[in-house]
């Protein structure tokens, strides 16, 4: 598929045919003879175009003769200042390189020909055109695809593009669009993929050139079917083909009939399939296209009964050609496919074959050590492990790929050396695997979007896995395993959040007009991608995917314009050492920490990594399985004060049993502890731990706890403490409802007005202003997403608190849900129990919030006329009442240091890795908050007024926020069972 990239107008492979002319040769070699050898002067251009010139003489007769010549001349590890100091020498070495990065390229010897390509871009940075650089940037593209880096070939048709737009070359700009569409489908982003082939197409149509229209109408059908949106890929591939016969293009049309059949197989038709490739099968007979048919017998062989019978036709012909590489993927298919069935004995004999003909051919891009590499991983299937060893061993002998593929190599081959004993040797392998993960996060952070990020950290996040599955099961192997444990999550943990915040400081910090503005249009976008998520739905997922793509690509300018002034790199440098600095006597820091086990890595364990002041070094413990966790928390069913009353107990029978699986194996390294910081992580980020008990008390009676999203953040602690002219802005008493008398009563069993919230609000607001905190008020219809915003619209306008207490709501990922079989509409529960009045979702939803993909959008709190949204079938999202944590996410909250929630259910979201929740929790953070009080589940209205009024009377008494949530804890603690105050949680 790849080789779709490679369109008609590539002068990759476009050479002039000299032809072999002897009395030319002759006499060339006659006058370089007479030439000095290279010695850093000028008579060295003479020599260089003497020898390019024979080369080009072998030029299509023999290339390895005239590659030959060209690399006698073709210098590479010349400097910038030796290009500056004379570059008539460099222009005629760049013409030597050039052919060297060209042929090699042709002759799938990919990693040699970005070598020579970066060279000769190192040449034409320093005296070339803006059209040769742009040209490399594609060629290097091209490349990077080829050796399966996709984020760094992204990077070069990226740049190629900018370059063409500003030299306005239309053909060549399509060019470069359709292949960071082509990335980006293969890295799975297909709504972005569809939006570069979409803006390709509307190039082409002006050229008037049709085949190119057809060819990206076509790769929008595979987006389309990759996504799974199998009846729009159909209609895209039969627009492709009719394309294809408006020109008569049977080329074109066959490949449209083979992806037709392979739908129709996605769908179970493969009869259908079948037909498809067997009209696609005469069409390149008719052309007397010998690819296209011996592809047809591949393909019909994978459906058919009988699929050797094919396949020795395709390959009879591959003979024929003496395509001896067609054939090795042929062999390489067989071998997959065995090797998908379980049969690693016949995956093997075929791979054996593959392996023969690279031996006898030789290799091509790399081709040998890929195949070595696939070829371990089915020895080790089998449980030959010194024969996976070898062949591991060997793939990384020969010294070719990127290096994230030495990373997967290293990290299999400490696999196999594992398995068989050999620890020490294991591990060497899984820290050269992590080294080159950490080099690749720390080179891609600098100019990545943060969705980029995300999907890159998925690819890398095994190595770290691995090293965590090995200290939990092996903590007395190393002295120094645990400490670079404890300090990869330092850096894992919300590593995509810190950076978001780190660009962001840079942006509100710096006085460069060009960071200012570039992040002033990404500002722009988001907001208009927040309003549209309520717009109709027949314009707007074209819409959202437009400025998604926009807001995406700035983003990624803004990282790179501020990536020097954020100091990304200061995000890999923090280590447990310095975390333990920061602890006084008496104190402790925790990093909870998931990895998975099993052949299949589909275990998920828990661990603990616990040092004190007095450290030497971090104890890893090990704790549990998900599956055990899951089991105790299914075992209670009901609504939430009947589900948490019995997970958590009460306080005449405290529940023990979450204690003994989560906190009861810590318990032997707290001895003297009296103040615990700890870092949840995946599940854990939903569990109470102050509500935790051993049976007799809680953990809040034994230990001052507290949350924090890392305990990194004890490094560079920013204390808030009520100090100097405050401001507060507190929310309550909100009406939900519209003015029309007649909608209201339709609105009966929505979000209800909630009466405690308006004395939480007066009351709250009597204790600030006595203490002299300048406070605005916020309720019934005056508490608008409008007015919420304004706060934040200004610099330095934002109020120091901010208080709100209204329905907060999360619902699950719709997916999930229909995986589990429940009602989308029926989440939660019952909005109430007895006369206890709740601030949560009462069930009723849309589609806008509950059935929506992001995240973000299914989080978020109630404000004035928010019940609108359940009587407008569309609407703008950015002031119909609901304040989502999209919309949170885009503030600049910098200045206030403390939000509290007083809401149901703020502190959920989907749970990402090791980036935590994402909902309010992340949304606040992105926006710059410090603390953040939420809640884990619905809550009582009275008792919650309580929990309030106590903080912020101990709060202005205290002036710290952490010692006035734990003793407002303590005190409530006292009065009421956990489900009363155990679902507020503090998080910094």
Known sequence: MKKL???????????????????????????????????????????????????????????????????LVADTSFSKSDIRKNTEWAKKNALAVRYIANMSFRF???????????????????????????????????????????????????????????????????????????????????????????????????????????????????????????????????????????????????ICLTNLASVACELGNDSTGIAYYKRALKLFEANEDSNGIASCYVNIGNLSANPEYYYEKAISIFEKAGDSQSIFSIECLRAGTAKEKGNYQLAEKHYEKAKKIVDEVGDWGGTNAGLLSTMGTVAYKQGNYQKAIEYYEKSISEGIGTRSDFASKYRHLADVYLRVGMKEKALSFYLKSQNLNMLLIRDYFTFLSEKEKEQFITQTKLSYNCLHAYNATYPYESDSLTGICYNNELMMKSILLRSTLSVLDAVYYSEDTVIKKSFLLLKQYRNKISSLQGSRESTRDSLLTDLEYKANEQESKLVKLSSEFANIQNLFNYKWEDVRKNLKPGEAAIEFVSFTQGDNNDTTVYAALLITSESKKPVSIKLFEDSQLQKIIAIYKGDDYQKISKLYGTNQNINNELYRLIWQPLEQHLTGIKNVYFAPVGVLNKISFSALGDGKQLLCDKYNLQQVSSTGKLINQEPFSLQGNLTAAVFGGIDFNL??????????????????????????????????????????????????????????????????????????????????????????????????????????????????????????????????????????????GVLTALEVSHLNMKNTDLVVLSACETGLGDIKGSEGVYGLQRAFKMAGVKYIIMSLWQVPDKETQEFMTAFYSKLLKIKNVRTAFVETQKEMRGKYDPYFWGAFVLVE
């Open 5 to 71: 990239i490679l369109l008609s107008t590539l002068a990759l492979c476009l050479f002039t045919s000299y032809g072999q002319d002897y009395h030319k040769i002759d006499s060339l070699k006659q006058i370089l003879n007479t030439l000095p050898e290279l010695n850093g002067t000028d008579a060295d251009t003479t020599r260089i175009m003497v020898c390019i010139n024979i080369g080009l003489q072998y030029d299509g007769s023999k290339p390895d003769s005239a590659l030959w010549w060209h690399s």
């Open 108 to 254: 799938y010897n990919y990693a040699m020909a970005k070598a020579y390509f970066l060279a000769l871009l190192k040449i034409r940075e320093e005296c070339g055109t803006k059209t040769q650089i742009s040209t490399i940037h594609y060629s290097l593209g091209n490349c990077e695809l080829y050796l399966d880096d996709l984020f760094s070939a992204y990077s070069h048709f990226e740049m190629s593009l900018k370059l063409k737009e500003e030299l306005n070359e239309k053909q060549a700009t399509a060019n470069c669009l359709y292949g960071l569409g082509f990335v980006k489908q293969l890295m799975g982003d297909y709504p972005l993929a569809i939006d570069y082939f979409n803006r390709s197409i509307k190039i082409n149509e002006e050229l008037g050139d049709t085949s190119q229209v057809a060819g990206c109408t076509l790769m929008i059908g595979v987006c389309y079917k990759n996504d799974d949106e199998i009846s729009t890929a159909l209609t895209f591939y039969e627009k492709a083909m009719i394309l294809y016969e408006k020109i008569k293009s049977t080329g074109g049309i066959s």
């Open 739 to 880: 003015d029309s008398a007649a909608e209201t009563q339709n609105l009966a069993s929505l979000w209800q007005y909630l009466p405690g919230t308006l004395s939480e609000k007066e009351s709250i607001q009597k204790q600030l202003q006595k203490k002299k905190v300048v406070v605005t008020g916020f309720a019934g219809k005056e508490a608008t997403e409008p007015a919420f915003k304004s706060m934040y619209a200004d610099k330095g306008a934002s109020p120091d608190i901010l208080h709100i207490s209204t329905h907060g709501f999360f619902y699950p990922d719709p997916e999930q849900v229909k995986k589990e079989k429940t009602d989308a509409i029926e989440r939660g529960g019952t909005a109430e129990t007895g006369d206890v009045a709740f601030r949560g979702a009462t069930g009723c939803a849309t589609w806008q919030f509950v059935n929506n993909k992001n995240p973000m959008m299914r989080s978020g709190i109630a404000l004035a006329g928010a019940n609108r949204v359940w009587t407008q079938e569309w609407g703008r999202t950015d002031d119909e």
